[in-house]
């Protein structure tokens, strides 16, 4: 399998009909390592404080990166036209992972300081797979295949959106109870820009939006961590010894890197900031790198999104461009809900951030993500 994605990649590399965009590819590695190296420095102290190995986290992050280029250089070559036919296997098996999260012995549960329980992960080994980011995926491709295929109704049949409807309600509700209300965020608006996409006019989604605004309240009203969240986001200061602690450091974390950074590791972000090397990673990077360094990789990653969108807009099969139109929607939010919940501009969600955060559940996705993007990219697909 290795020597053929060998073969196939340097055949796509050469000059010609089928070959992959270059600018996109190297973005891709660009961020891949820089992001590998900001973990390597925000996970360092924890990783020694933790298990006496400062290269803990560096390592299980390598070896699912490892694993993630697998599947980035194999889905680059399948055929993804191909998925297409797989959709709706694919969100029934995401909706039976989602589900074995809260069987006990398979599901793993962590306790946080808000006082909840959290089932996101199905223990493997020593390792862990969340299944809530193999169902953004699966929505991904289900979505891409289902509005495909309504593009080439002469008259929308909304019968026959009854199932898919609640197919896709049903991972909704399953992350939720997990609970993983970020992640709902993400297939929410995924979902909110297939609509987009479809044409559906925004008056009615500006309708629809300011209608289910009771419904996100209630969401965050009736439980008790997410209003807390709320509450600790609207007055950070006012609980900075226990769950504003995060926020606060953060802050100090982007005052303290001034304009160039700091010694690497050397920040009181690294030693004092929960989740420094996960949800909070930004803090540590730009404590760091300094400002310059947050604008450059602020650079890498519109360079990214903006060069798959202009090549996207090109792409001639429906299913490609509703499949990379998908993934660009989940990356772009990724990155901007991260980013604004770092800063203060938005609540906590827990919502990582791409290339950058530890975790190998999520940049094994990303990964998946990204090689499905290149595949469609390719100049064959884009009529040149």
């Not at 560096?58 to 070896?63: A, G, H, R």
């Not at 289902?146 to 019968?159: A, C, H, M, P």
């Not at 007055?235 to 926020?247: K, T």
């Not at 975790?359 to 100049?379: A, E, F, P, Q």
Request: glycine share 8%; hydrophobic share 55%.
């Amino acid at each position: 399998m290795i020597n053929f994605i060998i073969r196939k990649w340097r055949e796509f590399w050469l000059p010609g009909k089928n070959s992959l965009d270059v600018l996109l590819i190297v973005t891709i590695f660009i961020l891949l390592f820089t992001g590998l190296c900001v973990m390597y420095s925000s996970s360092s102290i924890t990783a020694w404080r933790e298990f006496k190995d400062s290269e803990y986290f560096l390592k299980k992050q390598t070896i699912w990166i490892c694993v993630g280029l697998v599947f980035f250089f194999f889905f680059s070559l399948f055929p993804y036209q191909k998925l297409e036919k797989l959709a709706l296997i694919g969100i029934v098996l995401a909706i039976g992972l989602l589900i074995l999260v809260f069987i006990p012995g398979i599901g793993k549960s962590v306790s946080t300081y808000y006082g909840r329980n959290f089932h996101r992960w199905i223990a493997i080994g020593p390792y862990q797979l969340q299944p809530s980011e193999v169902a953004k995926v699966a929505v991904l491709v289900y979505l891409a295949s289902l509005f495909q295929k309504l593009k080439l109704e002469i008259t929308l049949d909304y019968k026959k959106l009854l199932i898919p409807i609640l197919l896709l309600l049903t991972v909704i509700v399953l992350i939720l109870v997990e609970p993983a209300f970020g992640t709902t965020l993400e297939i929410l608006f995924v979902i909110l820009g297939f609509i987009f996409l479809f044409g559906f006019p925004f008056r009615n989604l500006l309708i629809a939006g300011i209608v289910s605004l009771p419904l996100i309240y209630i969401l965050i009203d009736r439980v008790g961590y997410r209003k807390k969240r709320v509450e600790v986001w609207l007055d950070p200061y006012r609980y900075r010894f226990d769950e504003g602690h995060q926020l606060v450091t953060s802050f100090r974390a982007f005052l303290d890197g001034g304009w160039f950074g700091n010694k690497l590791a050397s920040g009181y972000a690294h030693r004092y900031l929960t989740y420094s090397h996960t949800d909070f990673v930004l803090a540590t990077f730009v404590e760091d790198f300094g400002f310059i360094g947050f604008m450059t990789f602020i650079f890498l990653v519109l360079l990214l999104l903006f060069r798959s969108f202009y090549l996207i807009q090109k792409v001639q099969d429906p299913f490609g461009f509703y499949l990379g139109a998908g993934i660009l929607i989940v990356l772009g939010t990724q990155f901007i809900i991260n980013m604004f919940v770092v800063t203060g501009i938005f609540p906590i969600t827990g919502i990582s951030l791409p290339f950058v955060s530890y975790g190998g559940s999520s940049i094994l996705i990303v990964l998946i993500s990204l090689g499905i993007l290149v595949n469609i990219t390719r100049k064959e697909n884009l009529g040149l």
